[in-house]
C-alpha cells in the first residue's frame, strides 16, 4: 500500500478564518512533506518532517503552521490568508529522510491527492 | 541555485508512437532523480526514481536514463496509449529529500 490521504478534497475559506489541512500514511514513513502548486506550475517545498520534527522551512510565512503529531499524521493550520495563497496543497511522505547519515540518498517520495485550497 | 527545465512544454502524438521526453538541470551535485506524473487537478503519481550512481530505470513501458555529469535525463514510453495524456514532471533531489521539480510536459495521445 501506497497510499498518501489528504483530508479535505476541497477548502474555501476567508481571510479571516483558521483552519487545517490533513495529511495521514501507514507505510511507516518516516519524513513528510507540504508542497504547494499554483496553477500551470510546479510544486513548491514548503516544509520537511525528518522523524516527526521539522527539518526544512523553505522561508515560508507564518500563516501557515505545520505540525507533526505523530509519525503517520502530518497538519497544517491556516490563519490569516491572502487570496494568493490559493492553490493545490501536496502532501508527500518517504521512507528515509535522506540525512546525512543514511547516505543522504533518498527515497522515493510518494504523494497525496491534494487539497484544493481557495482563499476569497 | 539549482534549475530544472523540461522540453517540450507540449506535446501531442496519435496512439502507438514511442516517445522521449526530456530534463535537464543546472547543477550536477544531485543525489537522485524522480519522473512523476499529474493528471489535471490531482496528484503526483512516482513513476520511477533513479539514483545519482545509475545510469537507467525500466518499469513497464517506460524507461528513464540519466546523465549526471550533462545535467540531462530522458523518459522514454514506449507504445504510448491514450491513457499516458497527463503532465510529466521530473525533480532532482537536491540533498535532504529536497525536490526542485521541473517546469513539466503536458502530453496528449490521441486514439
Known amino acids: 500500500d501506497t497510499e498518501v490521504t489528504q483530508t479535505p478534497k476541497h477548502l474555501v475559506m476567508g481571510m479571516t478564518n483558521k483552519k487545517s489541512l490533513k495529511c495521514e500514511q501507514h507505510?511507516?514513513?518516516?519524513?513528510m512533506y507540504w508542497y504547494k502548486q499554483k496553477a500551470k506550475k510546479p510544486p513548491e517545498l514548503m516544509f520537511v518532517y525528518s522523524y516527526e520534527k521539522l527539518s526544512i522551512n523553505e522561508s515560508v510565512p507564518s500563516r501557515f503552521s505545520p505540525e507533526c503529531p505523530n509519525s503517520s499524521l502530518l497538519n497544517l493550520h491556516l490563519h490569516a490568508l491572502q487570496p494568493e495563497d490559493s492553490a493545490l496543497y501536496l502532501c508527500?511522505?518517504?521512507?528515509?529522510?535522506?540525512?546525512?547519515?543514511?547516505?543522504?540518498?533518498?527515497?522515493?517520495?510518494?504523494f497525496g491527492p491534494g487539497t484544493r485550497l481557495t482563499v476569497l | 541555485k539549482q534549475e530544472v527545465t523540461q522540453i517540450p512544454a507540449a506535446l501531442s502524438v496519435p496512439e502507438g508512437e514511442n516517445l522521449v521526453l526530456n530534463c535537464s538541470f543546472t547543477d550536477s551535485a544531485i543525489y537522485n532523480l524522480q519522473w512523476f506524473r499529474q493528471d489535471p487537478g490531482k496528484g503526483l503519481t512516482s513513476l520511477l526514481l533513479?539514483?545519482?550512481?545509475?545510469r537507467e530505470q525500466t518499469s513497464g513501458r517506460l524507461n528513464a536514463s540519466l546523465d549526471k555529469s550533462s545535467g540531462r535525463s530522458t523518459l522514454y514510453i514506449a507504445a504510448s496509449q491514450p491513457g499516458d495524456s497527463a503532465t510529466y514532471l521530473c525533480a532532482v533531489n537536491t540533498g535532504f529529500q529536497k525536490l526542485v521539480f521541473g517546469t513539466g510536459t503536458r502530453l496528449l495521445v490521441s486514439p
Open positions: 533513479i539514483q545519482s550512481s545509475q
Open positions: 508527500a511522505s518517504s521512507m528515509r529522510p535522506g540525512l546525512a547519515g543514511e547516505g543522504r540518498r533518498g527515497d522515493t517520495q510518494y
Open positions: 507505510m511507516g514513513h518516516r519524513a
